[in-house]
């Protein structure tokens, strides 16, 4: 059983089309996060979760929209996509008594 | 939040023990020090955490002296497949602030025969 999971693994679009990431974790974990990692590998927080609601905006653009429809989901809606947009992104939980994160195997987003 | 540093990059060859050193010079007081792993086209994977002094797992050990200005991961007789990317951390994984756990540019070890 994968613990996080996150879908497509791959999306290739067009600049200005808009697209969604899923991601589910199994671990009953309160909090999920997005995280995007650049080309040169920096992994930078977008948001985090606690219990469907919003803690952490990291000066996202508002292009981007998480959405938390329960505690086990944490969706990514991206608008009118940019080529900078080009990124892997990873959704993660974190476990309420170490905050050991666990992430998903990554979605890589090619914006063309 | 506190910032850290470590070497962009490392070689080892199979069988040694790598050492890797991270500076979190601002360190607060309930900050805990965690080190991920990551594999290409993976997420990553956590390694060890620990307070202070020496933590100790399966995988790896974690020296932080007692200033905590510093800490080093020990992974002893590496292999090809360590080769990886690995990240140090600092955060309090008890109030919150573990969300805002900010990556590095982690070291890159590259491990051959």
């Known amino acids: 059983d994968t613990a996080v999971s996150q879908t497509p693994k791959y999306l290739v679009t067009q600049m200005g089309n808009d697209k969604s990431i899923k991601c589910e974790q199994n671990?009953?974990?309160?909090?999920m996060y997005w995280y995007k990692q650049d080309s040169k590998k920096f992994l930078k927080i977008m948001f985090s979760y606690n219990n469907k609601e919003l803690i952490i905006n990291e000066t996202v653009p508002n292009r981007f929209s998480p959405k938390s429809p329960d505690k086990a989901h944490l969706n990514l809606h991206i608008n009118s996509l940019e080529l900078g947009d080009s990124a892997v992104y990873f959704c993660?939980?974190?476990?309420?008594?170490?905050?050991?994160?666990?992430f998903g195997e990554g979605s890589r987003l090619t914006v063309l | 939040l506190a910032k850290t540093t470590q070497p962009i990059s490392m070689d080892s060859y199979e069988g040694q023990e790598v050492n890797i050193t991270c500076s979190h010079n601002?360190?607060?007081?309930?900050?805990?020090i965690t080190w991920y792993q990551q594999f290409p086209s993976q997420g990553p994977r956590f390694i060890i955490q620990?307070?202070?002094t020496k933590v100790t797992n399966e995988v790896a050990s974690l020296f932080i002296p007692a200033d905590r200005k510093s800490s080093t991961l020990s992974l002893p007789r590496v292999s090809l497949s360590d080769t990886a990317v690995y990240y140090c951390?600092?955060?309090?994984?008890?109030?919150?602030?573990?969300?805002?756990?900010?990556f590095g540019t982690g070291t890159r070890l590259q491990v051959t025969l």
């Open positions: 671990l009953g974990h309160d909090t």
């Open positions: 601002n360190i607060a007081t309930n900050d805990y």
């Open positions: 993660a939980s974190s476990h309420p008594g170490t905050g050991e994160l666990f």
């Open positions: 951390l600092v955060g309090d994984p008890y109030t919150g602030t573990a969300s805002k756990l900010t």
């Open positions: 620990g307070y202070k």
